[in-house]
């Protein structure tokens, strides 16, 4: 059971090596910078998501107030 484990965990390691990572691989960068481009893409769907909230949000402003309006003319 022990060396099915570890097998396992080996080739998991070796397709990990052959996936393309969102980081700079060079050596030199260090910090932020080597994660430019994962920071970039966080950045981006964080402010979409915002946008796409405020767009929800604002249609169903819009669609309180209509059928309010059409529910209040009977009255």
Known sequence: MFSKLTGFLGEVK???RKASWPW????KIKGLK???TLVDSTIV???AMILLAG???LWDF????VVGFFTNLGR
Not at 24 to 27: A, C, F, G, I, T
């Open 55 to 57: 767009f929800v949000q």
């Open 34 to 36: 080597k994660f430019k």
């Open 45 to 47: 769907v964080l402010i």
């Open 24 to 27: 700079e691989s060079d050596p």
């Open 62 to 65: 819009i669609h309180v107030a």
């Open 14 to 16: 070796g397709e990990l």
